[in-house]
Protein backbone atom coordinates (compact mmCIF):
# COMPACT_ATOMS: atom_id res chain seq x y z
CA UNK A 1 0.00 0.00 0.00
CA UNK A 2 1.59 3.42 -0.97
CA UNK A 3 1.71 6.25 1.80
CA UNK A 4 1.21 9.45 0.37
CA UNK A 5 2.31 13.18 1.21
CA UNK A 6 -0.24 16.44 0.57
CA UNK A 7 -0.15 19.89 0.96
CA UNK A 8 0.96 22.94 0.11
CA UNK A 9 3.91 23.87 -1.95
CA UNK A 10 6.99 24.22 0.35
CA UNK A 11 5.48 22.04 2.36
CA UNK A 12 8.74 19.92 2.66
CA UNK A 13 6.47 16.65 0.95
CA UNK A 14 9.90 15.52 -1.36
CA UNK A 15 12.27 16.23 1.27
CA UNK A 16 10.32 14.04 3.82
CA UNK A 17 9.27 11.84 0.85
CA UNK A 18 12.51 10.80 0.26
CA UNK A 19 13.64 10.07 3.96
CA UNK A 20 10.71 8.27 4.69
CA UNK A 21 10.77 5.98 1.70
CA UNK A 22 14.35 5.08 2.99
CA UNK A 23 12.59 4.17 6.57
CA UNK A 24 10.20 2.30 5.25
CA UNK A 25 12.82 0.82 2.38
CA UNK A 26 9.81 1.26 0.05
CA UNK A 27 10.65 3.20 -3.74
CA UNK A 28 10.09 7.32 -3.74
CA UNK A 29 8.10 8.63 -6.46
CA UNK A 30 7.88 12.63 -6.42
CA UNK A 31 4.33 13.23 -8.94
CA UNK A 32 6.30 16.57 -9.99
CA UNK A 33 9.54 14.99 -10.95
CA UNK A 34 7.79 12.17 -12.96
CA UNK A 35 6.17 15.10 -14.81
CA UNK A 36 8.48 17.31 -15.47
CA UNK A 37 10.31 13.69 -16.52
CA UNK A 38 7.11 13.04 -19.25
CA UNK A 39 6.61 16.54 -20.30
CA UNK A 40 9.12 19.33 -19.32
CA UNK A 41 9.28 21.86 -17.24
CA UNK A 42 6.45 22.47 -15.19
CA UNK A 43 5.97 26.34 -15.64
CA UNK A 44 6.85 25.79 -18.96
CA UNK A 45 3.70 23.66 -19.53
CA UNK A 46 1.64 25.62 -17.04
CA UNK A 47 2.60 28.82 -19.96
CA UNK A 48 2.03 27.25 -23.02
CA UNK A 49 -0.92 24.79 -22.25
CA UNK A 50 -2.54 25.94 -19.08
CA UNK A 51 -3.10 24.79 -15.68
CA UNK A 52 -5.69 22.86 -17.03
CA UNK A 53 -3.59 20.61 -19.15
CA UNK A 54 -1.75 20.32 -16.40
CA UNK A 55 -4.27 19.09 -13.68
CA UNK A 56 -4.79 16.84 -16.92
CA UNK A 57 -1.67 15.33 -16.97
CA UNK A 58 -0.79 15.66 -13.42
CA UNK A 59 -3.91 13.17 -12.87
CA UNK A 60 -3.08 10.59 -15.37
CA UNK A 61 0.73 10.75 -14.00
CA UNK A 62 -0.62 10.41 -9.66
CA UNK A 63 -3.07 7.02 -11.17
CA UNK A 64 -0.44 5.80 -12.12
CA UNK A 65 1.86 6.14 -9.24
CA UNK A 66 -0.99 5.51 -6.56
CA UNK A 67 -0.93 2.02 -8.11
CA UNK A 68 2.52 1.19 -6.93
CA UNK A 69 3.96 0.25 -3.29
CA UNK A 70 5.96 3.18 -2.68
CA UNK A 71 6.02 6.71 -0.47
CA UNK A 72 4.56 8.99 -3.13
CA UNK A 73 4.75 13.17 -2.92
CA UNK A 74 1.86 15.00 -5.03
CA UNK A 75 2.22 18.43 -5.62
CA UNK A 76 0.31 20.51 -4.18
CA UNK A 77 -2.86 21.25 -6.29
CA UNK A 78 -3.25 17.13 -7.17
CA UNK A 79 -6.07 16.85 -4.38
CA UNK A 80 -8.42 19.19 -6.30
CA UNK A 81 -9.23 16.44 -9.12
CA UNK A 82 -11.95 14.33 -7.55
CA UNK A 83 -11.02 11.38 -9.03
CA UNK A 84 -7.38 11.36 -7.12
CA UNK A 85 -9.58 12.20 -3.88
CA UNK A 86 -11.44 9.08 -4.46
CA UNK A 87 -8.61 6.96 -4.83
CA UNK A 88 -6.86 8.49 -1.58
CA UNK A 89 -9.91 7.17 0.36
CA UNK A 90 -8.38 4.23 2.67
CA UNK A 91 -5.09 4.63 2.13
CA UNK A 92 -2.40 6.29 4.81
CA UNK A 93 -2.57 10.06 3.44
CA UNK A 94 0.08 12.61 6.05
CA UNK A 95 -0.57 16.46 5.54
CA UNK A 96 2.01 17.94 5.52
CA UNK A 97 1.40 21.07 7.22
CA UNK A 98 3.12 24.64 7.39
CA UNK A 99 3.00 28.62 8.82
CA UNK A 100 3.42 30.98 5.90
CA UNK A 101 6.87 32.66 8.37
CA UNK A 102 8.44 28.99 7.85
CA UNK A 103 7.65 28.29 4.18
CA UNK A 104 8.13 31.79 3.14
CA UNK A 105 12.20 31.29 2.68
CA UNK A 106 11.78 27.99 1.14
CA UNK A 107 9.78 29.51 -1.77
CA UNK A 108 12.09 31.60 -2.78
CA UNK A 109 13.98 31.08 -6.22
CA UNK A 110 11.59 28.14 -7.03
CA UNK A 111 9.82 27.10 -10.57
CA UNK A 112 6.02 27.55 -9.18
CA UNK A 113 4.38 29.26 -11.62
CA UNK A 114 0.90 29.45 -9.36
CA UNK A 115 3.21 32.04 -6.83
CA UNK A 116 4.87 34.10 -10.47
CA UNK A 117 3.27 37.13 -9.52
CA UNK A 118 1.91 36.68 -5.45
CA UNK A 119 4.35 35.47 -3.18
CA UNK A 120 3.64 34.47 0.11
CA UNK A 121 0.50 36.02 -0.08
CA UNK A 122 -0.92 34.42 -2.76
CA UNK A 123 0.36 31.14 -1.29
CA UNK A 124 -1.96 31.44 1.78
CA UNK A 125 -4.53 32.40 -0.39
CA UNK A 126 -4.36 28.98 -2.50
CA UNK A 127 -4.04 27.36 1.22
CA UNK A 128 -6.85 29.05 2.42
CA UNK A 129 -9.51 27.74 -0.73
CA UNK A 130 -7.77 24.07 -0.46
CA UNK A 131 -7.36 23.81 3.51
CA UNK A 132 -10.70 21.63 3.80
CA UNK A 133 -9.56 19.51 0.73
CA UNK A 134 -6.31 18.35 2.48
CA UNK A 135 -8.37 17.99 6.03
CA UNK A 136 -10.51 16.22 3.93
CA UNK A 137 -8.29 13.35 3.12
CA UNK A 138 -5.60 13.27 5.58
CA UNK A 139 -5.43 10.69 8.00
CA UNK A 140 -2.46 11.98 9.99
CA UNK A 141 -1.19 15.66 9.95
CA UNK A 142 2.06 16.97 11.19
CA UNK A 143 3.57 20.49 11.34
CA UNK A 144 6.88 20.53 9.38
CA UNK A 145 7.46 24.48 10.38
CA UNK A 146 9.99 24.23 13.44
CA UNK A 147 11.04 19.91 13.14
CA UNK A 148 13.69 18.43 11.70
CA UNK A 149 13.12 15.74 8.70
CA UNK A 150 14.49 13.16 10.80
CA UNK A 151 11.66 14.14 13.28
CA UNK A 152 8.95 14.39 10.99
CA UNK A 153 9.82 10.91 9.61
CA UNK A 154 9.76 9.52 12.87
CA UNK A 155 6.78 10.38 13.72
CA UNK A 156 5.27 9.30 10.38
CA UNK A 157 6.52 6.24 11.34
CA UNK A 158 5.80 5.84 14.29
CA UNK A 159 1.82 6.62 13.58
CA UNK A 160 1.26 4.29 10.75
C1 LIG B 1 1.24 23.18 -7.54
C2 LIG B 1 2.27 22.67 -6.76
C3 LIG B 1 3.55 22.25 -7.34
C4 LIG B 1 3.39 21.82 -8.79
C5 LIG B 1 2.71 22.91 -9.57
C6 LIG B 1 1.34 23.28 -9.01
C7 LIG B 1 -0.01 23.60 -6.86
O1 LIG B 1 4.06 21.15 -6.58
O2 LIG B 1 2.67 20.63 -8.90
O3 LIG B 1 3.58 24.02 -9.59
O4 LIG B 1 -1.03 23.74 -7.54
O5 LIG B 1 0.02 23.75 -5.62
P1 LIG B 1 4.68 21.29 -5.09
O6 LIG B 1 3.54 21.26 -4.12
O7 LIG B 1 5.53 20.06 -4.98
O8 LIG B 1 5.46 22.55 -5.05
Same mark, same amino acid.
Given at each position: ?9 ? =? ?6 ? %?? =? ?17 ? $? ?6 ? %?? $? ?11 ? /? ?10 ? $? ?8 ? %???? &? ?9 ? /???? &? ?19 ? =??? /? ?20 ? /? ?10
Amino acid at each position: MPIVLVGPMG =AGKSRVGH %RL =AESVGAPFIDTDLRIIERY $GPIEEIFE %RE $GEEYFRIVEREVV /AEALREEAVISL $GGGAVLHADT %RDDL &AGLPVVWLKVS /ASAV &APRLVGGNRPLLADGGIERWS =AIL /AQRRPVYEAVAKYSIDTSRRSV /ARIVDDITGHF
